[in-house]
């Protein structure tokens, strides 16, 4: 049923979605489950913006979407392994990043991010032979993530926009759409972050 919900069907939930995963994360804090919250999350943010997505976090408790980031989102980056998990993961997080340069350039969390996405985006490339014919990555995710949020929250989504697309130009898209900002904040990353740019965008 949740693979043909509409959007406006399914954002008005979105609350109380997010609420009952908080409230499983307090009791079973897995590393599968952690990687499930990250691609939809992610996936929220591609398709709604991530404004609406820390926003409706929000609504939960207020300061949660803090822990949320800090907690769950950017340490799962780095310790996700299937190639499928790690692109959804990616395009989410750039959305993520998109606005935490916009509205929080100085934030040493929007640091963070922008570090852990040049950290998985060296096997986004990589990854494109995972896809299907048709190009929907979503059957190749994790089983019980590929079978629940992630049609839900692309239910109406044409294609799920998740296609293959160049890293280069979605790096680039980001670092026009924020004047620069992305580009800035790597320089207080690290080496390796900055070579991994360099190295996607050449």
């Not at 999350?41 to 820390?54: D, E, P, R, S, T």
Request: proline share 4%.
């Amino acid at each position: 049923m949740y693979y043909f919900l509409p959007s406006a069907a399914v954002m008005p939930l979105l609350g109380n979605v997010l609420k009952l995963q908080f409230q499983r994360l307090t009791k079973k804090k897995t590393d599968t489950y952690m990687a499930g919250l990250t691609m939809f999350w992610g996936m929220v943010a591609v398709k709604h913006g991530a404004g609406a997505l820390l926003q409706a976090m929000e609504s939960v408790q207020a300061g949660v979407s803090a822990m949320a980031l800090n907690k769950v989102w950017a340490p799962t980056l780095l310790v996700m392994s299937g190639a499928a998990d790690k692109r959804i993961a990616l395009r989410g997080t750039l959305a993520l990043l998109q606005h935490m340069l916009t509205a929080m350039p100085a934030d040493p969390l929007t640091a963070r991010f922008a570090s852990a996405a040049m950290g998985i985006a060296k096997t986004y490339n990589t990854s494109l032979s995972v896809l299907t014919a048709t190009g929907d990555v979503l059957t190749n995710v994790s089983e019980s993530f590929g079978g629940s949020y992630a049609r839900l929250v692309c239910s109406d989504y044409p294609g799920y926009n998740f296609a293959p697309q160049p890293l280069k130009a979605m790096l680039l898209e980001l670092n026009t759409a924020t004047s620069g900002a992305l580009v800035g904040v790597l320089g207080q990353c690290s080496p390796d972050a900055q070579q991994a740019y360099k190295e996607a965008t050449a």
